[in-house]
């Protein structure tokens, strides 16, 4: 009986590009390397592997530590394929690792075994290819070639994908929208480096609103447009703010559209390929959706507020979605008012079960004015505004209170 192939995600190219034979697809071979701890099976595929299209460039006889995969990538290979029998677990952590950190690299798993469950665990990871013992050369090349039509027509400078800040809450009206593009626009300017806000809280997304910019194009726009989605026209539908801050954001009328995996996937990948910094408004995302931003994020920040209802909605959350991603988690007391507290601290920490990294002090006043007049507050000179650019300032690396020398004291050298 021949191998099971699942292929995870489709591409209407590959059929195409198979037939023409391996003159065509290219003098260069694509770089393979193997990963897994088992000989024998390691070994078949292999030799499956052996032909016109690929070369083995290293087999690893054992799963890379995490903090390896930097040199990993470094290596210049075409395709990633990686065990996943011998420890699920490690492999899996390995496929988002790898994914994580590079959109050029194909991965691939390979197993004895088909189990729908872990091939829906490995593609939410990020793997392309799901292949199966026997492995038969026809299989394989077929994979292959999806990689190849995959593979980049110009070589990137090899850079790191940029990092990915989401924000959610806990329940509506906590202030998600006021903390993510504030946090986006202090993080532009805190760090002077590229930095994107993506407004997906659809349909009735805000962002653009609060930064007081008017946007000809919005997310919509590129959901909808998904085959024609490459950096030159996401470009094109980006809004500059004043600050420096890129945004992509939701649409002024009301549009039941909704993102699918895919379309969200080659949105993100896009969008850290060309900039330092992504944050997301997920708002109100659900599902799916709220599943693979959680496993792509560098940081994910979730906005509560200190009430029953907001707690507990919070503990939900947490239990369901981030057990297996606890070092991502940073939790957000919004508009925090110390001397009023109904809840002391030892017990919100006891209802998070984690506890909360940062305290958004509540200044109603300053919110309103700045919403008022369409201008950030993390621009002004405010208690919040000092919360949120201490926020973007740990984000970006920098110390969370800066020099004041350095930053206000005049050059001598001009």
Request: hydrophobic share 40%; aromatic share 6%.
């Amino acid at each position: 009986m021949a191998g099971t192939h699942i292929k995870i995600g489709s591409n209407e190219l590959a059929m195409s590009a198979l037939t023409q034979g391996p003159d065509t697809l290219g003098a260069n071979l694509l770089s393979v390397a193997l990963i897994g701890p088992e000989d024998s099976r390691r070994r078949e595929l292999a030799i499956a592997i052996a032909g016109p299209q690929a070369t083995i460039a290293r087999e690893y006889h054992s799963y890379p530590e995490l903090d390896d995969v930097p040199q990993l990538l470094d290596a210049g290979y075409n395709i990633i394929i990686i065990d996943l029998d011998c420890n699920p677990e490690q492999a899996l952590d390995l496929v988002e690792h790898i994914c994580s950190r590079s959109g050029s690299v194909t991965v691939m798993v390979y197993s004895g075994h088909a189990d729908a469950e872990m091939l829906v665990r490995c593609m939410r990871a990020g793997a392309r290819e799901f292949l199966t013992q026997p492995f038969s050369q026809s299989m394989v090349a077929e994979a292959l070639v999806r990689a190849s039509v995959r593979r980049p027509t110009t070589t990137r400078s090899k850079k790191a994908l940029g990092r990915l800040f989401v924000f959610t809450g806990a329940k509506g009206g906590s202030g998600v929208t006021t903390i993510a593009s504030n946090f986006a626009v202090a993080l532009a300017c805190e760090s002077h480096q590229n930095t994107l806000l993506i407004d997906l809280d659809l349909p009735l997304g805000a962002a653009a609103l609060d930064l007081g910019i008017t946007s000809q194009f919005s997310t919509v726009d590129a959901i909808q447009n998904v085959n024609r989605l490459d950096s030159n026209f996401f470009t094109r539908i980006l809004t500059k703010h004043s600050s420096g801050l890129s945004v992509l954001s939701a649409p002024d009328k009301y549009s039941a559209v909704t993102i699918s995996e895919d379309t969200l996937e080659k949105m993100m990948l896009i969008a850290r390929q060309d900039f330092d910094y992504v944050v997301v408004d997920a708002g109100s995302v659900s599902g799916a959706i709220y599943t693979q931003l959680i496993d792509a994020a560098t940081t994910v920040y979730l906005i509560t507020q200190v009430s029953i209802s907001e707690l507990r909605n919070s503990n939900r959350l947490i239990a369901e979605f981030f057990s297996s991603h606890s070092t991502k988690l940073q939790i957000v007391l919004n508009r925090f008012t110390p001397r009023s507290l109904v809840i002391d601290e030892d017990s919100i920490t006891k209802a998070l079960t984690f506890p909360p990294t940062w305290k958004v002090p509540s200044d109603y006043p300053v919110v309103r004015q700045a919403q008022n007049n369409a201008t950030p507050f993390a621009m002004g000179d405010s208690l919040i505004g000092d919360a949120i650019r201490r926020m973007a300032r740990t984000a970006c690396g920098l110390p969370a209170v800066p020099d004041k020398k350095k930053r206000f004291g005049l050059s001598l050298f001009g």
